[in-house]
């Protein structure tokens, strides 16, 4: 596996005119839809592709429901999702409604062992293009 990348220029944030130092970032080779990716799952595993379907739709769902009721789900080794919220900012808990009190992201963080093997097999230092 390769993952391909491309130098860029870090902005010059605090507008001192200097040179900034290049940083990589990740040229995509697009995306997999879920489709795709059912289909791929599919033909590796051998299980009923409609079966996949049902199944991918009850993760989505249940991991919808689980995440809008306040808990952090794991699953396995992929990793961790929760949310986050957003409010005004207020000095007493009182100043604060509930209407006021948003979703401001779903976040994800990568498991330990699938954040390792995606480390240790790419060859990303062999890949610039």
Not at 27 to 37: A, C, K, L
Not at 98 to 112: D, P, T, V, Y
Request: proline share 4%; with cysteine; hydrophobic share 35%.
């Amino acid at each position: 596996m390769s993952i391909h990348y491309d130098l860029y220029d870090t902005p010059d944030i605090q507008k001192k005119g200097e040179e900034q130092p290049l940083h990589p970032r990740v040229v995509f080779n697009g995306t997999i839809d879920q489709e795709e990716f059912l289909d791929r799952v599919h033909k590796f595993t051998g299980i009923s592709r409609s079966l996949l379907v049902g199944a991918m739709q009850s993760f989505q769902n249940e991991l919808r429901d689980l995440l809008a009721n306040g808990w952090i789900v794991e699953l396995g080794d992929i990793g961790y999702f929760s949310v986050s919220l957003q409010g005004p900012p207020v000095m007493k808990k009182k100043d604060v409604h509930a209407q006021s009190i948003s979703l401001k992201n779903i976040n994800f963080r990568a498991g330990k062992q699938f954040k390792n093997c995606l480390l240790y097999t790419s060859d990303a230092a062999d890949d610039l293009i």
